[in-house]
């Protein structure tokens, strides 16, 4: 099914044309119908030519109503705009477009009604041109009379092509529901409704309303029940219990959106594209009392934004009324430089980077535009500015910043998966776990990571490398992973320690490089006979010494307490390949010129490298010899 909301001037027609579309009643309060005035939200609904289900979002024209007409439009992508042929242009026609305008409205129908009444052409020239101004250039045209049926069949088809060529949303999409109506229905809780632009509900889902779990229990679309309903939908959805629930607060997907009213935002005025009395039609071109009091030549002594480029967000009254979805609070404009804003709202709202908001003056009088910006949210949860000259940067930082992950990891440098999620931005790829960095930040990271090790290395030398866990303080990250997930080499990763890497005998106190310089002379005559225990303490090479000059690479250990030089390892595998195979410990010792304390351990260490190779239990050989040889038994 589709949504589509009117718009357009009071008495122009509207409500008219929904009830002659759908032979259903959109004007549902006494009131309403004793007053012929609709002065709540709507609903009714019809089946199109090609089948498709369309329900109408009808609104109040009246300019006293216009935070009602915004919660209708809000959730909606489409509109039916209404001008009456012998009404022509009318303030509210002007602050209706403007608003869709400001809120990204892009497809739409313009209807000349009343076409009984006078000639349907000037207005719908006009209309036309404002409409275009206003981003809706595609709009069909066409002239109709709610009273005699005149043009209703061409109407309906040009809402089949209107509905045919919207955006299909996605299912999967985080649900967002802005509730236009609760009631309590006796024996069964709370229902609310609202229109659904995106994503699934079903019954038994838990939603999210203004932080507290609600249990979906039933739902209904167009007055059917029905166990599941994608967007785009008028929903009505029946909670467990009785909820605390009106029009602004809405339903949403647990931890799909962020809950914030704080927001940072760039501003555009609103209505400075469409409509202007020098543009289409000219001054008084509106057909209203005295020109066109929308543009007048002062402009900003009327309060309304110029529409040249000079505009910025210090142009704004400090308080204005926050519009999303069917949401309306107050909220207080910072500006922090040029077009970026920092609102703090009266409340807290479920807002994803890339929202629009819509910022409207609800002191201003008969005559005055009151929706006055465009606020599109570039983060939803952004940073305190403190320091001297931070507004400045953070404005200059946003300035340019689509509202997407890159330019929200900018800001926030590392951020988890859900947090993106959270603030509607599509994820890349992570860093580690659900970790997402900015690259920079990230790069920046791994060099620092580099110098608190090789800093750490020099004042505890003797240490076997840096702790991950004063690393991660050092750096000041949230988790010990994202320290090991920043271990490049040079540095390496071990027993919950970062070390400089190998190559790290420079990094060694100079009395110890010093001692494995003279065990290493000691050693060139005889490499095999490792010195004893005392022969090392001697040369001051006590356990924390030699672990820190094998980490280093300048000792290989091959068992406790028997180290050699690295490297006589694979020596002794060559030496050992040329004896008569399989080779006894005995021989072994002879040919490398060792003693049984060494040759033992040795002969271990050079299994478990894989240079020799135990035949039984007193023979070995080394494979490679064998293996040269012949293979294969006979
Ligand atoms: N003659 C004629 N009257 C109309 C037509 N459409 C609406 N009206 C009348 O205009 C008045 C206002 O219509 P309504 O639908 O309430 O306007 P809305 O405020 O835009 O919803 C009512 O008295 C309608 O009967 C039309 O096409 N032809
Ligand atoms: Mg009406």
Redesign the pocket.
């Known amino acids: 099914m589709h949504v589509v909301a009117?718009a357009?001037?009071?008495?122009?027609?509207?409500?008219?044309?929904?009830?002659?579309l759908t032979g259903m009643e959109?004007?549902r309060l006494a009131e309403e119908r004793r007053r012929?005035?609709?002065i709540e939200l709507g609903y009714a609904w019809t089946r199109l030519p090609s089948g498709e289900r369309l329900a109408f979002v009808?609104v109040?024209?009246?300019e006293r109503f216009l935070g009602t007409m915004l919660a209708g439009v809000g959730p909606v992508s489409a509109v039916m705009f209404?001008v009456?042929?012998d009404g022509g242009w009318m303030p509210q026609s002007q602050e209706h477009l403007v608003a869709l305008e400001a809120l990204g409205v892009r497809h739409g129908l313009l209807v000349v009604?009343?076409?009984?009444?006078a000639d349907p052409a000037p207005a719908v020239e006009r209309a036309r041109a404002r409409l275009a101004a206003a981003g809706l250039g595609g709009a069909e045209a066409l002239a109709?009379?709610?009273?005699?049926g005149?043009g209703l069949g061409e109407l309906r088809r040009a809402l089949d092509r209107l509905v045919a060529a919207l955006p299909v949303p996605d299912p999967g999409a985080p649900v967002r529901l802005w509730i236009d109506r609760a009631f309590t229905v006796r024996g069964s809780g709370t229902v609310v409704t609202g229109t659904l632009p995106a994503g699934t509900v079903g019954a038994g889902d838990e939603l999210d309303l203004d932080g507290v779990p609600a249990r979906v229990r039933a739902l209904e679309c167009l007055k059917e029940p029905v166990t599941s309903v994608t967007g785009v939908a008028r929903v009505a959805l029946n909670l467990r219990g009785r909820r605390a629930a009106g029009r602004g607060l809405a339903l949403v997907t647990p931890g799909g959106w962020t809950y914030t009213d704080l927001v940072d935002v760039r501003l555009s005025p609103a209505g400075s594209v469409g409509g202007g009395p020098r543009g289409p039609g000219g001054p008084g071109a509106g057909g209203f009392g005295g020109g066109d009091p929308w543009r007048p030549g002062g402009s900003r002594e009327r309060g309304l934004p110029p529409p040249a480029g000079g505009w910025d967000a210090g142009d704004l009254p400090g308080r204005l009324t926050a519009h999303i979805g069917s949401a309306a609070v107050v909220c207080a404009v910072r500006p922090l430089g040029g077009r970026i804003a920092r609102l703090r709202l009266a409340g807290r709202l479920p807002l994803h980077a890339g929202d629009v908001l819509l910022l409207r003056d609800p002191g201003r009088g008969r005559g005055e535009v009151r929706v006055l910006a465009r606020a599109s949210v570039l983060d939803p949860r952004p940073p305190g500015l403190r320091r001297r000259g931070a507004a400045r940067e953070r404005a200059a930082e946003l300035a340019e910043a689509p509202p997407d992950a890159a330019s929200l990891l900018r800001t926030h440098l590392l951020l988890r998966t859900g947090d993106l999620a959270a603030m509607g931005c599509a994820r890349g790829r992570p860093v580690c776990g659900d970790w997402h960095a900015d690259p920079a930040h990230w790069s920046r990271l791994a060099e620092r990571l580099a110098e608190v090790v090789r800093r750490h290395a020099s004042a505890h030398p003797l240490e076997p490398g840096m702790p991950v866990e004063a690393a991660r303080h050092e750096l000041a990250l949230p988790e010990r992973r994202l320290v090991e997930a920043l271990v490049r080499p040079p540095l390496a990763l071990g027993a919950g320690r970062i070390v400089s890497g190998p190559a790290g005998r420079a990094a060694l106190p100079a009395p110890v490089v010093r001692a494995v310089e003279r065990l290493g002379a000691e050693l060139s005559a005889r490499p095999f006979l490792a010195p004893e225990a005392g022969r090392l303490a001697e040369l001051g090479l006590g356990p924390r010494e030699l672990a820190a000059a094998v980490r280093a690479g300048a000792l290989l250990r091959v068992a406790e307490g028997i180290v050699l030089l690295p490297g006589t390892d694979v020596l002794a595998g060559r030496l050992l390949a040329r004896l008569p195979q399989p080779f006894t410990v005995s021989q072994a010792r002879q040919a490398l010129g060792t003693s049984r304390r060494v040759a033992v351990p040795l002969l271990e260490h050079l299994d478990r490298r894989g240079l020799t190779e135990r035949a039984d239990e007193v023979h070995r050989y080394c494979p490679a010899r064998a293996g040269r040889r012949s293979p294969v038994p006979r």
């Not at 109709?144 to 005699?148: A, F, L, M, N, W």
């Open positions: 009117t357009g001037h009071v008495d122009h027609g509207k409500s008219t044309l929904v009830r002659a959109p004007d012929g005035l609709t009808d109040p024209g009246h209404v009456a042929a009604t009343r076409a009984d009444l109709v009379s709610g009273r005699t005149q």
